[in-house]
């Protein structure tokens, strides 16, 4: 069965640090990753997808992921986090979007 | 454009009653789905429609759960008598076809009491 794991429940970062949000992931074939937003009373929102191609995937918002095989990780990154970007973060795979748990990112003032 | 829209936003009842939740789709969008997120964890789909036809209902609850989406537009997703444990959030998201970005409504929000 395809699935995604994020090992972090919670993320704390100060304003301006960079900000990385983990994501495993275990699928047979080659699969389709993708991340979304979550804020409060507000629906999902899509950040970015890998499908195929460059490792490297930029998103909305100024994130990015990067795709690394060997390791089937999928982990979301910002160099620069806001304060805005405060909110729940999910990983998903596969285009029946099995989530992961999700991710809930705090950025401090 | 339009998102998608689902009402109503929130629903609380009684269990043992019928409930009923509405989605219409972003326009040209053939694949629709519903989702259930418990408080605290990641979207479960439930059922995925291409067009007017159910292709993956397999996590659908088939006893107390149904859905329709009659002319492959908007759906409804019903639940039959209604459990403590159905209290969650319903989603209900599009696609211009499968495998693609998904778009989310702002969901509804269901107290079983």
């Known amino acids: 069965a395809q699935s995604v794991a994020q090992p972090e429940d919670q993320v704390n970062v100060a304003e301006g640090n960079p900000l990385t949000v983990k994501c495993t992931y275990s699928?047979?074939?080659?699969?389709?990753l993708f991340w979304y937003v979550q804020y409060p009373n507000r629906g999902l929102q899509f950040l970015l997808k890998?499908?195929?191609?460059?490792?490297l995937v930029k998103g909305s918002y100024g994130f990015e992921a990067e795709f690394n095989k060997s390791q089937t990780s999928f982990h979301l990154k910002k160099p620069s986090a806001l304060v805005s970007d405060s909110a729940l973060y999910f990983c998903?795979?596969?285009?029946?979007?099995?989530f992961g748990a999700g991710t809930t990112v705090t950025v401090r003032a | 454009e339009a998102g998608v829209v689902q009402s109503p936003r929130y629903k609380i009842i009684e269990k043992k009653q019928p409930v009923a939740f509405w989605c219409n789709p972003i326009?040209?969008?053939?694949?629709l789905y519903w989702y259930r997120q418990n408080l605290g964890q990641g979207p479960e789909l439930l059922i995925r429609?291409?067009?007017?036809?159910?292709?993956?209902d397999s996590q659908l609850p088939k006893d107390r759960f149904s859905a329709e989406r009659l002319k492959g537009v908007d759906s409804t997703l019903k639940i039959q008598p209604a459990e403590l444990g159905d209290s969650a959030v319903y989603l209900c998201?599009?696609?211009?076809?499968?495998?693609?970005?998904?778009?989310f409504g702002p969901g509804t929000r269901l107290t079983v009491l």
């Open positions: 998201a599009s696609s211009s076809s499968a495998g693609l970005v998904q778009f």
């Open positions: 699928v047979s074939g080659n699969p389709y």
């Open positions: 890998y499908i195929t191609g460059d490792n």
């Open positions: 998903a795979v596969d285009h029946k979007l099995s």
């Open positions: 326009s040209g969008h053939n694949t």
């Open positions: 429609y291409e067009n007017e036809e159910a292709v993956d």
